[in-house]
């Protein structure tokens, strides 16, 4: 007589080994980005009270060996709680992060500007600001290009060059 067949357990329904490496690496990503926040930011975070007090903890840890085992152990706390207790810090953290790009490359544009502003095609680049921003006090810029060069010729200190980068910066 036949035996009744039992439901099987096949691997297929878990996920693979190399799947759970990646979330624990990713885990343990997560967890770093945590510890190396500043008190204040991560106070603002919503997370589990044993994992706020798991980070401080690794804060506290000096030695390199002993910190990468208490990041070991706080990954392994996260791990044991669900990935929703994390979605809030993770958008907060990811939303930082783009952030900060965004102000980065705001940051780079004003860069390119005044080395615009102060290259051979100074006076061009120049009067097409002045037409785009007609609010601008077009004495004291065309002052400060002006310095900005002299002092660059000079190899002075940037004074002027920073003043100018300030203007920009408050203009857009």
Do not use: C, W, Y
């Not at 490496?21 to 770093?32: I, P």
């Not at 106070?43 to 589990?48: G, S």
């Not at 500007?113 to 007609?134: K, M, Q, S, V, W």
């Not at 002075?156 to 920009?168: G, M």
């Amino acid at each position: 007589m036949p035996r009744p067949t039992e439901p099987s357990t096949t691997d297929d329904d878990r996920p693979s080994r190399s799947a759970r490496r990646r979330e624990a690496l990713d885990v343990l990503t997560f967890a770093k980005q945590l510890s190396e926040l500043p008190p204040a930011r991560l106070a603002k975070l919503e997370l589990p009270d044993d994992i706020r007090e798991e980070v401080a903890e690794v804060q506290r840890t000096p030695s390199h060996v002993a910190h990468k085992r208490q990041l070991a152990h706080l990954a392994k706390l996260m791990r044991a709680h669900d990935e929703e207790d994390f979605a809030v810090a993770r958008a907060a953290l990811a939303n930082d992060k783009a952030t900060g790009a965004r102000e980065a490359a705001a940051l780079h544009h004003l860069e390119t500007l005044r080395e615009d502003l102060l290259g051979e095609n100074g006076d061009a680049a120049l009067t097409t600001f002045i037409t785009a921003h007609p609010d601008v006090d077009r004495q004291q810029l065309h002052t400060l290009v002006r310095q900005a060069r002299m002092e660059r010729e000079k190899g002075k200190p940037p004074r002027a060059s920073r003043e100018l980068f300030r203007i920009l910066r408050d203009l857009l």
